[in-house]
């Protein structure tokens, strides 16, 4: 089974039919086969901040934790990890995708995202 984690902006592509990447976003979700999806909690977080609309907020996070499989969150026992982890980015990225990065590579899933600059980055690290 393979696993995937999906970004913030793959998963809000997918769950809005308005957004300019929707048909990509459900193109390559229904190619994902037999997958183990994971939904970061900080992604979940980001859903929740980004969308100002509250019913599409709500639909947001409700898809979102049915999608997943698994909610992998940055613990108390990974700390040191993420830290030497993250010490070794460069200091453009926000601290939310240097988690997502971190959980990704921590999990071994294949990072889903249409984040350029993340995209890049998962690539050389």
């Not at 696993?3 to 229904?30: C, G, H, M, W």
């Amino acid at each position: 089974m393979e696993r995937y984690l999906l970004d913030t902006s793959f998963l809000y592509s997918l769950l809005n039919k308005d957004d300019i990447s929707n048909p990509l976003a459900v193109e390559i979700a229904q190619k994902l086969k037999d997958p183990e999806i994971l939904v970061p909690t900080v992604v979940i977080a980001e859903l929740i901040s980004n969308t100002k609309n509250k019913q599409a907020r709500d639909f947001a996070i409700k898809a979102a934790l049915e999608i997943a499989d698994d909610t992998p969150t940055l613990s108390k026992a990974d700390i040191t990890k993420y830290i030497a982890f993250a010490k070794e980015l460069p200091n453009t990225f926000t601290a939310i995708d240097s988690i997502i990065l971190f959980l990704a590579k921590e999990d071994r899933a294949s990072l889903i995202t249409f984040d350029k600059k993340l995209q890049k980055l998962n690539k050389e690290v």
